[in-house]
């Protein structure tokens, strides 16, 4: 069963707000068996959202569409529902009167024109938002059943999984499965290298890879002769998928990679120190993303300076003198001290050339040197050029040095070669 995401705005037709809606809805969609054919964006015109709801209603079984549900004069979505539909506009007063009494709890007054977000298509259902002002709504033209819902995600999640899940959920045949493996420290061509083949060996496999840097997602998506049949073979042949591509993967579909360390750290009782310079603190803000960091997160220092490194981390200006800051001796120093400071089982380090200035002929912009102290262990140093921009090189460095404290915790190779 075909199904379509509409997407309704000028802030996005224009680039000012970046979509995440339409993936979201479109990830759900597919979860409940459907065949998501088409995403359209359209900016805040009448007769162009007309003409796409129509031209919708006619390929489509399920449309989902969302915004331009807002009290407004560019909100036209309502009205253009109903003229799609050639139907009248009827007002519920029982959705203005909520608004009025959410505007109350708030000590505030309900402008007039939000009693517009109480006017639906005659005949629509009306699909309640208690975490927003503006309700949802559902209509039936031609083949297709239409869902209108506010564009704000959260408010689109809740009336999703609420109201239009259930409605939806039994129209589908459910004969497709579909798993996620996400990877870290292999590129996107690397990964569909290593699995090259996978899809011929599997008919009604169909893989799928999405970059989101410095991540790599594999899409496992199998279709069958049954549901059942269909998770059955989805799992088999994502463990294949994780096998060919070894240590690279990390988790799944909800696993992010910070928690994914932090829960391999809690496992087996260990805690971390990092010291910080080039990134930051990126390293410590992605741990403390994650509930419960402080089990096994005892230090995020940010040694910016030379000076810091030597008050906080008791660095040897000698060291920094003879090798500078971005050097296999200062990552050193620099992960022995933190790991010394607190008391930790593991301390990593990270200094480098973020730039877009300060580097040099021996040291661009880009280097950087990670360091890893654990104890009773000698420490290690690693060095990588990194390419792009100062927000990457933050970022990829952040997870090499989460992915160094990954191996360590594990027990693995410590080579950071890339393929």
């Known amino acids: 069963m075909a199904a379509a995401v509409l997407s309704i705005g000028t802030e996005l037709t224009r680039g000012e707000l970046v979509n995440t809606n339409a993936t979201w809805l479109s990830e759900e969609l597919t979860k409940l068996g459907f065949e998501v054919v088409e995403h359209a964006t359209v900016d805040d015109d009448l007769e162009r959202i007309v003409t796409v709801i129509r031209r919708f209603a006619e390929a489509h079984q399920v449309v989902v569409a969302t915004g331009g549900l807002g009290p407004t004069s560019d909100d036209l979505t309502t009205a253009a ?18 608004i009025r009494r959410k505007f109350e709890a708030f000590g505030r007054v309900m402008p007039e024109s939000n009693a517009k977000q109480g006017d639906f298509p005659e005949g629509a259902e009306v699909l309640r938002n208690p975490v927003g002002t503006a309700p949802g709504f559902a209509i039936g033209l031609g083949r297709a059943r239409l869902f209108f819902v506010p564009g704000v995600p959260r408010e689109m999640q809740h009336i999703f999984v609420e109201s239009i899940r259930p409605a939806i959920a039994g129209l589908a045949e459910r004969l497709t499965h579909q798993i996620h493996v996400r990877t870290f420290g292999m590129t996107e061509s690397g990964v569909a290298q290593a699995l090259a083949g996978l899809e011929e060996a599997h008919p009604g496999l169909t893989l ?10 594999v899409k496992v998506r199998v279709r ?12 088999a042949i994502a463990e294949k998928v994780r096998g060919l591509l070894g240590h690279a993967v990390f988790g799944g579909r909800d696993d992010s990679f910070p928690a994914v360390v932090g829960k391999a750290l809690r496992d087996r009782g260990k805690t971390l120190a990092v010291a910080e310079s080039c990134t930051g603190g990126r390293v410590g803000e992605m741990l403390t993303r994650v509930p419960g960091s402080s089990d096994y997160l005892l230090l995020d220092a940010v040694v ?16 920094l003198r003879a090798h500078g800051a971005v050097s ?24 480098g050339i973020a730039g877009p200035g300060g580097g040099t002929d021996d040291k661009p912009v880009g280097t950087v040197w990670f360091g890893l102290a654990q104890r009773g262990e000698p420490t290690i140093t690693k060095h990588r050029k990194l390419p792009w921009g100062r ?29």
């Open 224 to 235: 069958a002769n049954s549901a059942a049949e269909a998770e059955r073979d989805a799992h």
């Open 328 to 351: 296999s001796e200062t990552a050193a120093v620099m992960a022995e001290g933190a790991l010394r400071v607190v008391g930790a089982d593991i301390a990593v380090s990270i200094t």
């Open 391 to 419: 927000d990457r090189v933050q970022t990829l460095s952040a997870y090499i040095a989460l992915e160094l404290v990954r191996r360590a915790v594990l027990g693995r190779k410590l080579e950071l070669g890339e393929r």
């Open 208 to 217: 799928g890879y999405r970059a989101h840097f410095p991540e790599i997602e």
């Open 304 to 319: 910016y300076s030379n000076g810091a490194k030597e008050t906080v981390l008791g660095v040897n200006p000698d060291i």
């Open 81 to 98: 529902a109903a003229k799609a539909a050639g139907v009248g506009l009827f007002r519920d007063e029982s959705v203005v009167e909520g």
